[in-house]
């Protein structure tokens, strides 16, 4: 007979990771009168949740009708599978879509978060969908989910790293080694046994800053490519997962933020230009060309695989009308040198040492585009409050792609729950957010990982 497990601590459900994802499961975990604990291993909430511009997107809202757009769960499921390149799972992705609008209205009813009275179109997306809240940041939602976790009386463990999972003899989970007082620097800490009655809900993010475990997936992906995540957004979780035979769904699918500057370390100030001006009423041009070379409005996978292509920093353009006109405050990007302002395009293509004529020429070529609204060489959608490239000051940008997302991960069901390469549950496992994969694919849309976190952190809170 086996020696008998000394616990320290006994919860229904452990949660690991306090982002979107988990602080929603614990909400829900909580409020279906469950005893919950969250563990973080970080000295404070949010994680890769507290840097994102905080988007969210949903098909058949009342922002939407109140702005007569017409869309639909099918036009949103299609939109998400091509850019997946037909890769994700169906049920999951039905799943994100058919519960899109529901998460969305609960952050509202709910949280009270407050969002900016806009609807915007991004990258691979059909019709304008994704919903940003004020501050344009993740910080915004954070902030409520925080106080309704503190309102419910939730604990959070802060410096709490957790290690493996724990298993009887029947695979059933039954809690989990973690790590107190944890030293992130050291990775060191006080070890402790955890012992769940309903289970443990996985949220704890992705691996994009894990340079080991990224380039095994993607080789191209080595210490050179920069990341938006923070330094903490490692596979440990994940692979302790792994070894009670979890099963992994395309781990090699890791998305680059096409936005991203080389001139900014981190997610940085640049993106906010790049997504919500240059792309949507900008251009793109190869500064060793001075031409077009890519659809701006394509996915986030097209983008940054056509600049990682051209082998060097490419150059993003939008004029004074655009910045203005978009209402979006990049004064930080400027202060900071990553945004530049420009009184001519003759300064500008100087400036970047572009050849003046050719960029005239490619400038003048995409004004004709917007001012008959088709896009002739790449099929970029034409905005309906386009306009041309004509206004000084020019506005521009040099773009390199950095590791942003992690599409792969484990392997769930509808329910949320793990599951192991047989198809069957791991009993007493759920998982939610970006340790997930399978639901985006080769490549996930704009604003869809927040609408995914909300999603399933709902369902794996409710199901456990």
């Not at 060097?312 to 004064?331: F, L, N």
């Amino acid at each position: 007979m086996g020696k008998e497990i000394q616990w320290n601590d006994q919860v229904d459900v452990l949660i690991v990771g306090s982002g979107f994802a988990g602080l929603t499961a614990a909400i829900e975990a909580c409020e279906s009168g469950k005893d919950v604990v969250i563990i973080e291993k970080m000295k404070r909430a949010g994680g890769n949740s507290v840097i994102s511009d905080g988007g969210i997107a949903a098909p058949g809202t009342k922002l939407q009708k109140k702005r007569g757009i017409e869309d639909s769960e099918k036009m949103m499921y299609d939109d998400m599978l091509k850019a997946g390149l037909g890769l994700n799972h169906p049920n999951l992705l039905r799943t994100v879509v058919s519960n899109a609008r529901g998460a969305f209205e609960w952050t509202l009813d709910a949280l009270d978060v407050p969002y900016l009275d806009r609807v915007d179109i991004f990258g691979g997306h059909s019709v304008p969908r994704c919903y940003t809240p004020e501050g344009v940041t993740g910080g915004t939602i954070l902030k409520k989910l925080l106080q309704k976790v503190d309102e419910l009386g939730i604990p959070i463990l802060y410096s709490t790293s957790f290690r493996s999972i724990m298993t009887d003899e029947q695979g059933h989970v039954t809690g989990g080694n973690v790590l107190k007082e944890y030293d992130y620097k050291t990775d060191t800490g006080i070890p402790a046994k955890i012992k769940t009655k309903r289970g443990i809900i996985l949220a704890s993010g992705g691996y994009g800053a894990d340079v080991p475990f990224r380039s095994i997936q993607d080789p191209r992906l080595d210490e050179t490519i920069q990341t938006t995540n923070k330094p903490f957004a490692t596979a440990e979780v994940l692979r302790a997962a792994l070894s009670i035979n979890a099963a992994s769904v395309q781990l090699s699918h890791i998305q680059l933020g096409a936005w991203s500057s080389p001139d900014e370390h981190g997610f940085g100030h640049g993106p906010l230009f790049a997504d919500y001006i240059l792309f949507q009423y900008g251009m793109i041009v190869d500064p060793h060309t001075g031409e077009r070379f890519v659809n701006e409005l394509g996915d986030r996978k097209q983008s940054a695989d056509a600049i990682l292509r051209t082998g060097h920093p490419c150059i993003g353009i939008a004029d004074d009308r655009s910045v203005k006109y978009s209402g979006w405050d990049i004064s930080k990007a400027i202060r900071k040198g990553v945004v530049r302002t420009f009184d001519s395009v003759d300064d500008l293509a100087a400036f970047y040492d572009m050849n003046t004529a050719v960029l005239q020429a490619s400038i003048g070529r995409y004004n004709g585009f917007v001012q008959k609204g088709t896009d002739d060489d790449f099929q970029k959608p034409i905005v309906d409050d386009a306009s041309p490239i004509e206004n000084a000051p020019f506005y521009a940008m040099r773009l390199w792609p950095k590791v942003h997302f992690t599409m792969g991960g484990l392997s769930i069901n509808e329910r949320s729950q793990v599951l192991d390469f047989s198809g069957n549950t791991v009993d007493g496992l759920y998982a939610a957010g970006e340790v997930v994969g399978g639901v985006h694919g080769a490549s996930r849309l704009g604003s869809c990982a927040i609408t995914e976190c909300i999603v399933f952190g709902r369902i794996s809170g409710q199901n456990i």
